[in-house]
């Protein structure tokens, strides 16, 4: 167990201390902050032309422009731009040291090669956590400190729906809670492809192409997509929106993070047994 550990906070060290695991914080913090000075000075004119067909159907009043809306708001646009940040870090954790030939030196270790594939995969979700928790601190932290609290006006496939301010944080917490899982799913993907390629780049290109694939396929109302899409981990990735709803669709949301996790455990577990019969020596 100690060698485990040993392992596994060598691989983080190592995934952290990359340059391109700083791209993630930047990324997100300047689009936190830019989407956040947009709305400080113009968004009463953008939120108006939002809700100008709205007003003629219902009184609208209170500070609409809050820090929920804009968490809302930024957590929408960056749904995007994360999966390719995680894939970024987590798509070469084996491909890029067996491309540079440092694995044949990590695979002289006497832990097994399922702990070491599994240490790169939990630096990998680790590297994910953080990610989060910097999305948590500038989407909802410091949207409070600049806009303040207030209810949320959440826009939905169904129309619209007012969650007051306190009723809200339980719903963030688990928000971010089902945005984990599903870049654990990323995560966990990356990791598969790295365990079956040797070049750096290519895993972390096959991941964004096929969520590219699974998202198209999603967006077409066909009857033959119809039966693979509730299975697709795309079609739950945005699941956390379904908190914002009222009333919760309780039932999607279980079903979503049960699809979610699924496909985890079948990632690791593919990545598992082609690390155990990768052959190293070529």
Request: glycine share 6%.
């Amino acid at each position: 167990m100690q060698e485990f550990i040993a392992i596994l906070k060598n691989e983080i060290i190592k995934t952290i201390r990359r340059p391109r695991s700083f791209i993630g914080f930047a990324v997100i913090s300047f689009i936190c902050l830019m989407l956040q000075f947009a709305f400080l000075h113009d968004g009463k004119e953008i939120l108006a032309f939002v809700t100008q067909q709205l007003e003629g159907l219902f009184d609208m009043q209170g500070k609409l422009v809050n820090g929920n809306l804009i968490c809302f708001i930024v957590l929408q646009t960056l749904i995007v731009q994360m999966p390719l940040l995680v894939a970024l870090v987590t798509g070469d954790l084996v491909s890029g040291e067996t491309s540079s030939g440092t694995i044949r030196f990590l695979l002289t270790r006497p832990a097994s090669r399922t702990k070491i594939v599994i240490a790169k995969w939990l630096a990998g979700i680790f590297y994910t956590v953080l990610l989060l928790i910097v999305l948590g601190v500038f989407a909802l932290l410091v949207s409070h400190m600049m806009f303040g609290n207030g209810d949320l006006m959440a826009m939905n496939s169904e129309g619209m729906a007012i969650i007051r301010a306190d009723d809200i944080v339980w719903r963030w917490a688990c928000a971010f809670g089902i945005a984990f899982l599903a870049l654990s799913v990323v995560a966990s993907l990356a990791t598969m492809l790295s365990c079956m390629m040797d070049n750096s780049i290519t895993p972390i290109v096959s991941v964004m192409a096929i969520i590219i694939v699974f998202t198209i396929i999603g967006m077409f109302d066909i009857p033959s997509f119809d039966l693979i899409k509730p299975f697709l981990f795309t079609t739950h990735m945005i699941s956390w929106r379904s908190l914002f709803e009222d009333p919760i669709p309780t039932g999607n949301i279980i079903f979503s993070c049960v699809v979610l996790f699924a496909h985890i455990i079948l990632f690791i577990g593919v990545s598992v047994f082609i690390f155990n019969r990768k052959d190293i020596t070529t």
